[in-house]
């Protein structure tokens, strides 16, 4: 079986999808083919149309797919049309809840339909952007608890190439701590760039 | 005033809005630059985009408005690959702490003014499911960028859309 992976995070290296289909490989043993789109202008290698799978991953931005991946989309119904390939997907939101995904998700399965591939299953996942700080935590532990099982069941069915529900997972943490985390992520990090913490609420002013 | 985000051609842009007062049309052109999720609108220069080309103020541009009307091809029931490199690059409007909208998590808001946001889709063929989805994903935009629903519509062709609706 050829399974693809295609990260789809603007990001070199670092990123919450990254991290997420490093896991899944793990769980899969299996050799894979891995791509990255990180611009509308990258190229598509037309080896994707010999995949008998796909695993796409990707941020959510702004409620949906992030544009770049979107022109991707485009350029992929083209190239894909027709081919016996089943899609899965892992969207990360910074945002909490995992539920925040499931638009974009519903995107990724309408392409699918147009494109006449098999929809396999997604993954929404929530709290991305403490995935990169989890990624010596082992499989199952604290945080990921619940995540690892949604990726165990994804590897399950990549490998037989079986449909599955939308799983929504978001981080076993508490919300509140995870948004107080973030915050002070962000006061550090303006502070790095040499600027004040109050210089957050800025308001860029003027006519356009 | 009111935003007007859009994929139309020249020509249906100059036909639908010339004759408009008080009003910033963004046109979604191939130029624009995809956002990198750098967080550098939040942590270089907040409020404002990183990266040099004309939607960097999208931020401030959006704080003077009253008024979201984006127009775009649906997609796969999203906006149009250029009108979602837009969207993208809005998110210098809002701040980067959150707040508990809805029973979600949200982003804060940076300015004061609240957008009423409508969106027109076009597209020849588009499936119920495409339909649904694009709707859902207004009304996300609408909780997450804190304004209230406008109108959505669904045309056939960018072309049937009337000057009146805007």
């Not at chain 1, 149309?49 to 990707?58: K, S, W, Y």
């Not at chain 2, 130029?31 to 401030?60: A, H, N, S």
Request: net charge positive; proline share 5%.
């Amino acid at each position: 079986m050829k399974i693809g992976f295609i990260n789809g995070s603007p990001k070199k290296e670092g990123s919450a999808s990254g991290c997420l289909l490093a896991e899944l490989k793990e769980i899969l043993k299996q050799p894979v083919s891995e791509y990255c789109i990180r611009s509308r202008r990258d190229t598509l290698p037309d080896e994707l149309a010999e995949q008998d799978v796909l695993v796409m991953a990707m941020p959510l931005y702004v409620d949906g797919v992030p544009s770049h991946m979107l022109s991707c989309l485009t350029e992929l119904e083209t190239l894909l049309k027709g081919r016996k390939i089943t899609v899965y997907a892992i969207i990360n939101c910074g945002f909490f809840e995992a539920a925040q995904n499931r638009w974009a998700i519903a995107i990724l399965q309408n392409w699918c339909q147009r494109t006449g591939l098999k929809w396999g299953q997604a993954i929404g996942v929530g709290g991305g952007g403490m995935m990169p700080m989890l990624k010596d935590i082992p499989p199952g532990k604290g945080p990921k608890k619940n995540l690892s099982r949604a990726l165990e069941t994804l590897a399950k069915n990549i490998l037989n190439e079986q449909s599955g529900e939308t799983l929504l997972v978001s981080p076993n943490f508490p919300r509140f701590l995870y948004r107080k985390a973030a915050e002070m992520g962000w006061r550090r990090q303006i502070k790095e760039n040499g600027l004040k913490a109050k210089d957050l609420s800025a308001r860029p002013s003027g006519s356009c | 005033m009111k935003m007007i985000i859009h994929d139309l051609k020249p020509e249906q842009e100059e036909r639908l809005f010339s004759a408009k007062e008080d009003l910033l049309t963004v046109s979604a052109k191939e130029t624009i630059k995809t956002c990198i999720g750098c967080f550098g609108c939040w942590l270089k220069t907040p409020g404002r985009c990183v990266l040099k080309d004309q939607y960097q103020e999208m931020g401030r541009d959006l704080s003077l408005c009253g008024e979201l009307i984006i127009i775009s091809r649906c997609v796969y029931g999203s906006f149009s690959p250029m009108v979602k490199s837009v969207m993208d690059r809005c998110i210098p409007y809002l701040h980067p702490c959150f707040t508990i909208r809805g029973g979600e998590m949200h982003h804060r808001r940076r300015y004061d003014n609240r957008l009423k946001i409508s969106a027109f889709f076009y597209g020849e063929d588009l499936t119920e499911k495409e339909r649904e989805t694009a709707e859902h994903i207004v009304r996300a935009n609408c909780v997450n960028l804190d304004g209230d629903m406008g109108r959505i519509a669904f045309l056939k062709k960018g072309e049937a859309l009337e000057g009146e609706w805007i």
